[in-house]
């Protein structure tokens, strides 16, 4: 069941019309979007429908055809980012993770979670050679922050381990640190329990929720795990040939004849 | 039954390439007199060769693959006896020590001949950690590094041919300029995938020589410009001798400098960047890199060694063309770090002193020189791509104790 | 008007050429997504042994027109081979290798191969026999345009058309432009990788050996480092075209070899090979996908 939380303030992310073409084929249909401050929200919807193509326009990886994108960081002005460069976008507050995993396979977990930081901190060339006190305060810092946010998750006992050799679930949820390492207000999680066995979707679950309530951020997540998705999102949006077809709540949504009919289907029977 | 296997493989391999190389190797035509030359022996050296090599051939493969499960089960990487030894630390301060005291002997001990051989040593040991901050760090191949140091080279000549402008100021000027040609090159071609970016930089290496060559009225076309000052100590002219030990000392300097810096950076937040850089450009970019940046912060950087390197080999030689600035020698600075050991700055010193002094105290050898260094790259490619030289990367250790970090080896 | 159209033959003479050694590139690109930096050298290769040969012949008291042929299945065979060893040696070991790998490998190769044909010949350049005959019937024209020239232009044409009929109607075209398309996927459907990969170098380099036979009788002198600006310009003609396309790797040549020659006909002859390489950095820079290829959207 989801969780209650104070939803009382705006919206963080507002998608508008966002429309993205890919030659002739149209992948994303003028679909409008948002995401509420603390709120946990759900893009559902069968492969192909264009979900993680949202996903990179709102990153910035691709520029969107037509529509345009909104954030108004808490406390802050609301701002047009459509077509920004990628790490200005992260920089502004918005991270995310990858359906296949893109972790640094060949730096430690405590790395990787330290360029999660990189955005954050300012050392420059100078400040590199030179190395002074504020330098050295700050690299003190990174690696103090970096090893909390670790903890966070739970990849303590990893810190010094190379990522390619951490198993499977770990990869994802030392993804979802190195997110959270660049002080996001909203995390965008894209298929957080793809390849997870019951008991780490069930971990995942609780981290999601938890990251929530700590962190005071806003997340928004594609996920085929129905069970997952229901018991963690506070909306739900579902997504169909690049049209968005249904939103609502997760009971709402459960009683939808079109997102049944198009998408759940028998699966949604468990 | 496996060795009868292997042995005829090995004589197919051999008649294979005695075939392939017959043509070359046995015919050779002398088109002015109509001679034909028959070297029937060059056959049986290629059919002998090639007979052995496909066993060390075989036996290095295989190696390799059980290697390659090794590393699956989490070993550490297999290390040089020698390296094995520099792992206590003891040992490696008193390494240091006699190197450090042999380095300052040296241009007592030797004569000028010896200590130029050296000086130029230690400048490609300069020129291999320049290019190894783009090839090793970032992960960016840079076929044109020659250019930059062209640019080093031609702007100190330049600039004292028509302006008299001394050894000590075109110094910073030379490696300033290389960094900013690095940076005009870096500007379009940040875009592209690392196999293409290899090209541009080739075509931009070519480019600039090909300039040189043909614009007489900037420099001097293919005949270059000679005559060019050594530098000068406080205002007292030198002679042959202690130039040569200036020089000598000065590159040890920058040499030290270039270690100094490079090691910083590499343990740097910027470092850091290149190497994630390297691993995942889209991920790297997802969580906050500015790529542009980075990428032309290690050109900058990277071609600054050449420019600095540059104007010392116009002041050391006193003449320069573009003849000493083609893509062999690009290609030759990147063996050092391939053949070094990529990545590491151990490696790549290891590797100009492997590349530079080997062929010039095996004279009889200095001919093979370059077919040497291409077997060798192709070789190490394939059994030993991380180098002769394997120190695994520093990697941040956290050591539990009240969150003081803790930088150590690995 | 005679004097442009000479340069518009020469032109595309030249472009025949490079679109030859382009199709190396490109069919390798295309299978592997590695620049076989390699390739030029297998044309210079090419260009010796049919030196080598046909000077052999022409001293034994062969003449005209066997000569030529000879020579040149010869070269063609023996740059075959030295193609698919290349690969074998060079490249095979390196499929699971990072990308750069491969193409440091290559880059070692080239400089291996360049070495090895100076150490075993000669640094000199050497003169090449006109192999071509000059036709009698072509006399009128040959201010414009020569039988050499005529020769490798329609050699070219045949050659192209050949390639297409292979590539899109035989077993093995279709195998490779599967492996093209999706390597594991053509191997979960049995095509034998190792075969299709091994068959794309030979056929590459054969051309290749054909683009410098053809080159080396028109220019009339070779030398080892032939291979190094050739290898470059053929790189540039199958980019500009779009790498990977056969198509494109053939206009790619054309146009590069029309741009050099009113190039160097009409402002100036010094910097030939500056115009090739400055061609190459701004089409990779401005329109990396090629005349004809298409945009790839980067998969996440």
Known sequence: ?270 | MRKIKELRQSLLISVWFMFLTFPIMVIRVNTIDNIIEWRWMNMIYVGLGSFVFSFIWRYLLSKKQSGAKLLKADKPAYLLPMQRIFANPWMQMSALFFIAVFAVIFPFVFSSYQINIMTTALMYVVLGLGLNIVVGQAGLLNLGYAAFYAVGAYSYALLNYHFGIGFWTALPIGAALAALFGIILGLPVLRLRGDYLAIVTLGFGEIVRLVLENWNEFSFGPSGISNIPRPGFFGIELNFEQVSAYLYFLVIGICLLAIFVIRRLQNSRIGRAWIAMREDEVACQSMGIDMTRAKLTALALSSMWAGLVGVIFAAKTTFINPASFTFLESAMILSIIVIGGMGTILGVIVGAFLLILLPEYLRALSDYRMLAFGAAIVLMMIFRPQGIVTVSRRTYQFSDENHAPDISTK | MDYFLEIFWGGLTRGSIYALIALGYTMVYGILELINFAHGEIYMIGAFTALIVSTALAMAGMKGLTVFILASVLAVIYASAYGFTVEKIAYKPLRQAPRLSPLISAIGMSIFLQNYVLLAQTSDFLPFPGLIPEFTFMQPYAHIIGSTEMVIISTTALIMLLLTVFIKFTRMGKAMRATAQDRNMAMLVGIDINKVISSTFILGSALAAVGGVLIASHIGRINFYIGFIAGIKAFTAAVLGGIGSIPGAVLGGLVLGWTESFATGYVSSDYEDVFAFAFLVLILIFRPSGLVGRKTIQKV
């Not at chain 1, 149209?26 to 996903?55: C, M, S, Y």
């Not at chain 1, 229901?230 to 040939?241: A, E, F, L, Q």
């Open chain 1, 1 to 270: 069941m989801p969780q209650t939380f104070p939803q009382n303030k705006g919206s963080v992310l507002d998608i508008v019309n966002l429309t993205m073409n890919f030659g002739g084929l149209r992948a994303i249909d003028a679909v409008n979007l948002h995401v509420k401050q603390w709120e946990i929200v759900a893009l559902i919807g069968p492969n192909g429908a264009g979900k993680t193509t949202i996903f990179n326009c709102i990153t910035g990886l691709y520029k969107p055809t037509a529509g345009d994108i909104f954030i108004q960081p808490p406390g802050r002005k609301r701002k047009r980012v459509t077509g920004m460069k990628i790490h200005k976008i992260t920089k502004r507050g918005m991270a995310r993770t990858f359906q296949n995993i893109r972790i640094f396979s060949n730096m430690t977990a405590l790395e990787n979670v330290m360029i999660g930081r990189h955005c954050r901190t300012k050392a420059g060339v100078w400040e590199a050679v030179l190395k002074n006190k504020r330098t050295r305060k700050e690299e003190k810092d990174i690696v103090s922050q970096s090893y909390n946010i670790l903890a966070k998750v739970g990849l303590t006992q990893a810190v010094n381990e190379l990522a390619k050799n951490l198993p499977y679930g770990a990869q994802r949820r030392l993804e979802i640190a190195r997110a959270m390492a660049t002080e996001p207000f909203l995390l965008l999680l894209d298929e957080p329990a793809a390849g997870m066995n019951p008991y780490e979707t069930k971990e995942l679950d609780e981290l999601i929720l938890r990251i929530r309530e700590e962190e005071r951020i806003s997340i928004l997540m594609i996920e085929h795990d129905m069970k997952l998705v229901m018991s963690v999102s506070d909306r739900i949006y579902v997504m169909d040939y690049g049209e968005k077809i249904a939103e609502g709540s997760p009971s709402e949504i459960r009683e939808n004849h079109v997102v049944i009919k198009a998408y759940l289907g028998e699966e949604f029977d468990a």
